[in-house]
């Protein structure tokens, strides 16, 4: 199943459309079971059909002129133009144009989900540099190189197998009574490695062409066999992927009433390997579990960053439905302060875990094995925080301004009973300027959004998708620079105590934002809009 690498050189034309990825789809013959029946077809399954919408949407805006300098990137080394959901990042800018293009992407479908293949190739490239620099070679850089070049020229989706299943939450891998709850190398020879376990929450899994497995922990040396990092395609023998649906399908779809995720959604799969063999090609490492927590650390770290962009799409669907609610009842935001501060407060949440986002990638951190750029970890941090907690402030919110009719309207199938339509439609209207359509179509979208099982994913994935709030603090008081602050209230104080590595309080020091460093961001100039004619680009000077 594990053809050599397509030899392909892409121009932004040889990116796929939408219809490519659907049609890329019928060449695959992943082993899917959705709802206790096997898929025959990932692309033709309506159950699956608005997640691959929604990938769908990612390669259609990659090839929209008007926002190229954001959706598309030049990986300089090959010196190609790649679609920004597979670039590595050699950039703060590539780091700021890749949170305003998955905020855009979000907009438009809730969860764009291909941007975790771009979370995870970074992730990876910096493991697998740290592992050559560590052994003094090149050969697990190269590999993934050529993986890169692979994924990138073909325009693939891919994705992330990293969660396990995990078992007993309170025994290592190795202890598991049943080893099959993690992913873990059971055999290796000459020509590669055969893998067995189960990853329990992976993103789009049927619609994606290939998976990125990655170990989801820190481990010990007894967990030698569990440290493996490599790539599966879908339909990998020995790959069987169990899916939930996509978005709400089949709820009222003649008559418009999941609006927006009849349309747009996403599946997630429990995806269990039965010896399944993996070429070395393919294979970025395996067996080296001192460096399983840099892919975990690293790749957490962009993750968080992209969700922050995610969330930021969400809040502005939330946030223009919410204004337009108010509109169809009547109600005008600038003469009713009871209306305007909710919808302050919406503004404020969601720009506010922006702005971290946007800290993150300007404040970004270049890697020292490969040479790529990550974001901040404070802000990164700060900012996945900040809206896992607040998803449901911003849920209450929506409500708040959208008044108790998202959930009290009358089932669409009202809207054409004779007996009640016409009379409903006069007495449910309010502003006379706004027809009863409208009203409630904005209704049923806010509910679709907030109080549905639609809604209610939204909420879950904001607050664990990325790691769980505990995982997000733990991270902040790991890297957030408190002895900085510390010294810096003992030198005020005049308390002449000497510096000391070794002081708990004083472990972590903040290397100068804006002093040493100065404040411009490090790479390439920021989102400079293309001129006419120019192939956009986003390497490093």
């Known amino acids: 199943m594990n053809a050599p690498y397509a030899a392909v050189t892409p121009s932004r034309a040889d990116l796929m459309s939408g219809d490519d990825y659907r049609e890329s789809l019928r060449g695959y013959r992943p082993l899917v079971y959705l709802d206790g029946r096997e898929v025959a077809c990932v692309a033709d399954e309506p159950a699956l059909r608005p997640g691959v919408n929604a990938l769908a949407y990612t390669y259609d805006f990659a090839r929209r002129a008007n926002v190229a300098p954001i959706a598309l990137a030049t990986q300089s080394r090959r010196n190609r133009v790649v679609s920004r959901m597979l670039h590595v990042n050699e950039s703060s800018g590539d780091l700021l144009n890749k949170l305003e293009a998955v905020r855009a992407l979000c907009q438009e479908t809730g969860c764009a989900q291909r941007y975790l293949a771009h979370d995870a190739l970074n992730g990876i490239g910096q493991t697998v540099a740290r592992i050559d620099d560590a052994k003094g070679t090149t050969e697990h850089g190269a ?104 978005g709400r399908p089949g709820e009222k779809l003649e008559h418009g009433d999941a609006l927006f995720s009849r349309k747009y959604g996403q599946a997630t799969a429990v995806v269990m390997f039965d010896r399944v063999f993996v070429p070395w090609e393919r294979v970025f490492y395996a067996g080296d579990w001192e460096h399983s927590h840099a892919l975990t650390y690293s790749y957490a770290t962009h993750h968080r960053h992209s969700c922050i962009a995610a969330r930021a799409g969400f809040g502005d669907l939330l946030i223009g439905a919410g204004a ?101 439609s006069d007495v449910l209207r309010a502003n006379p300027a706004v027809p009863y359509d409208y009203r409630v179509r904005t209704a049923r979208f806010i509910e ?18 990325g790691g769980s709030p505990a995982a997000m603090k733990q991270e902040l008081w790991r890297n957030y620079p408190l002895g900085s602050k510390v010294e810096l209230v003992e030198r005020l104080l005049e308390r002449g105590v000497l510096h000391d590595d070794a002081r708990p309080v004083t472990k972590n020091r903040q290397p100068g934002r804006c002093c040493d460093m100065g404040c411009s961001a490090p790479g390439q100039s920021i989102m400079i809009p293309l001129q006419a004619g120019e192939k956009p680009a986003s390497g490093a000077d």
């Open 143 to 246: 590999r993934f190189e050529a993986y890169l070049a692979h994924a990138q020229d073909l325009d693939l989706s891919l994705g992330v197998a990293m969660t396990d299943a995990k078992g007993d939450r309170s025994c290592r891998p190795h202890q598991q009574s049943n080893p099959d709850v993690y992913v873990r190398v059971i055999e290796r020879d000459g020509r590669g490695i055969l893998i067995s376990g189960t990853k329990a929450i992976v993103t789009g899994g049927p619609y994606m062409h290939e998976l990125l497995v990655m170990p989801s922990r820190n481990m010990g040396a007894e967990d030698a066999d569990f440290a493996v990092c490599c790539a599966v395609r879908v339909d990998e023998p020995g790959v069987t992927i169990v899916s939930r649906p996509a």
């Open 448 to 465: 679709d959004l907030t109080a549905s099982y639609q809604g209610g994913w939204y909420s879950i994935i904001s607050l664990h998708g």
């Open 324 to 424: 337009l609610m108010c509109e169809a009842n009547g109600l005008d935001p600038d003469v009713k302060a009871n209306l305007r501060e909710p919808l302050v407060e919406l503004i404020k949440i969601t720009e506010g875990f922006y702005a971290c986002g946007v800290a993150a990638s300007v404040y970004a951190v270049r890697d020292e094995h490969s040479g790529s750029f990550m974001p901040d970890p404070v802000f990164s941090n700060i900012g996945k925080l900040l809206l896992a907690t607040q998803i449901y402030d911003m849920h209450r919110l929506a409500h708040e301004v959208s008044g108790g009719l998202i959930v009290a309207l009358p089932g669409p199938d009202e809207d054409h009973n004779p007996a009640t339509a016409a009379r409903l």
